[in-house]
């Protein structure tokens, strides 16, 4: 069905991995559309809880494919660029957890693909860059929204404007990713968390991660009045009658959705 990715499920948990390790994984325009497709199809999946996103061979992602540019026009680089858009928007947006496992280079477009995911596992071997001002670019595929906000505005011109490469543990101080495993265990231990996520309460998880990004630009009281409604509609679920039955009978919940 794919080309460029490879997509499979088990259970609850969805696997999406980049797949062309010949070209450490670089995003050319066909795997711009499939991947979009992927998790728009995975987004609608009731039986799909969490979304795992991965990188075949030595890498996780070098970025956009450069020999897919050449000399732009006027107005060609913004429409080539807004394609993407839809992508971005969808995996920081949709309701299910995001997690990206991360190995190798991940850098300019793979490094903002990575980090528009909600959770971050990154091999030992990981190197890191926002590498578009070496070829006279500036960071694209969310990066000017997701960068500064997770390392703040002085360290975000650091890395976009002289492009320094850092290491996983570099990147795990700086709260880029969330934890370094072996490169042998980088996967079981990104379905390990999938599977955590995925067995937890949906509604709450969904709610969580909607509330958090529009914190980001909400004021105080917007803030309050969020929590409030969506306080209102845990209150309503399944899950929360769940979680206090378990509460009360002194065992584990079985959150269903």
């Not at 540019?69 to 928007?89: Q, V």
């Not at 959770?119 to 997701?146: H, R």
């Not at 570099?170 to 390990?192: F, M, Q, R, S, Y």
């Amino acid at each position: 069905m794919y080309e460029t990715i490879l997509v499979e499920k088990d259970d609850s948990i969805a696997t999406i991995v980049l797949n062309r390790p010949e070209k450490y994984n670089a995003i050319d325009m066909k795997m711009r559309e499939e991947l979009y497709f992927a998790f728009r199809y995975l987004e609608k999946d009731v039986e799909v809880n969490c979304i795992i996103l991965g990188g075949a061979g030595e890498a996780f992602c070098s970025g956009g494919d450069i020999h897919t540019m050449g000399e732009f026009k006027a107005n060609a680089g913004r429409t080539r660029l807004k394609n993407i858009h839809p992508l971005l928007r969808l995996i920081y947006t949709m309701d299910k957890p995001v997690v990206a496992a991360v190995q190798g280079h991940a850098v300019g477009a793979g490094m903002n693909l990575a980090l528009a995911c909600d959770f971050l596992i990154a091999a030992e071997n990981l190197n890191m860059c926002q590498s578009f001002t070496k070829i006279g670019l500036v960071p694209d595929w969310g990066g000017f929204y997701i960068l500064p906000r997770r390392v703040g505005v002085a360290k975000a011109k650091e890395l976009m404007m002289l492009a320094p490469s850092i290491t996983a543990e570099e990147a795990l101080e700086l709260g880029l990713i969330n934890k370094i495993v072996k490169k042998e265990d980088l996967l079981e231990e990104a379905k390990d968390l999938a599977r955590r996520l995925a067995s937890g309460p949906r509604v709450a998880l969904a709610l969580c991660k909607t509330g958090i990004n529009r914190s980001l630009q909400s004021t105080l009281d917007e803030c309050l009045e969020y929590e409030a409604l969506a306080q209102d509609i845990c209150m309503q679920s399944v899950d929360f009658q769940e979680g206090i039955t378990a509460f009360r009978e002194k065992r584990k919940p079985d959150f269903r959705g």
